[in-house]
């Protein structure tokens, strides 16, 4: 995708545009979108579930979809709805509807490639729109803003859903040998000059100015202790590994010493095979109503 209808997964900056190029780039982004769909799936499912739907939905659009962990969960919980998935990556459209095939549901899932920044395609008049991560980084937040509330049909609910922050994957005073180093690596991460981000933002105001009433706004906290399953340790090495590339030139010697220990697959000291490892991160939710 480009810096417009893409997700900061939870797991770091990953869905929308790589950090390296080609065929691998594409497919570390597809399963670190995967594990943080696996990883978070309960989460997911909870906030799709607080959704003041009281009547349900038959028709959703999922803008910047990713490989399907918001589309899929609302057609979990609307059996008789139909989504239009909208994202700018091919490849994650593709991941998307191998995996509605596989869940059964391919026939309720509408694919669409398109750019948040762009003109949009028709979408229809859904009932629900909801985005995932998505919205801080398009370039006009207003515009793209004042589209869904003329997207949506008469009465529809805008669902907005966004990270507070990344993850922190390691316990207080982990590692042994270089304690705090994981919020030492979040704190050298820089913004990505450039591109809007728009991280952070509290979106009331600005969904009022755009005609919403808001129904709902609330942060979920995250908090997953171990015992974890092992999707836990491959989706923390790859948002350190993230991480390392991003912070590696402010990070001091010995800091980046052992952090490359951490993301090593190898090492007994690396997060693939530490019992430790926890989840903690939280998400901004917004209900907004078109009246």
Known sequence: MTHTAH????????????????????????????????????????????????????????????????????????????????????????????????????????????????????????????ASASLHHVDDPARVLRLVHGLLAPGGLFALVELADFPRFLPAGAPAESPGLEDRCHAATPRHEGHADHRGTDWTPHLIEAGFTIEAHRTVTITLAPPLPDAVGRYALNALRGLRHRAADALAPEDLAVLDRLIDPDDPRGVLRRPDLTVRTERVVWAARKP
Request: no cysteine.
């Open 7 to 130: 997700q900061h997964t939870a797991a770091g900056h990953s869905h929308g545009h790589s950090h390296g190029h080609g065929h691998d780039a594409a497919n570390t982004q597809i399963e670190i979108l995967d594990l943080d769909a696996e990883v978070l799936a309960d989460q997911i499912a909870s906030i799709v579930d607080s959704l003041p739907v009281p009547t349900p939905p038959t028709t959703i659009v999922d803008l910047g979809a990713g490989t399907g962990a918001g589309a899929l969960a609302l057609l979990r919980r609307f059996p008789d709805a139909q989504v239009t998935a909208v994202d700018t990556a091919p490849a994650h459209l593709r991941r998307l509807v191998e995996k509605a095939d596989a869940a059964g549901v391919a026939d309720r899932v509408h694919p669409v490639e398109a750019d948040l920044n762009a003109q949009w395609p028709p979408l229809g008049a859904p009932e629900l729109v909801w």
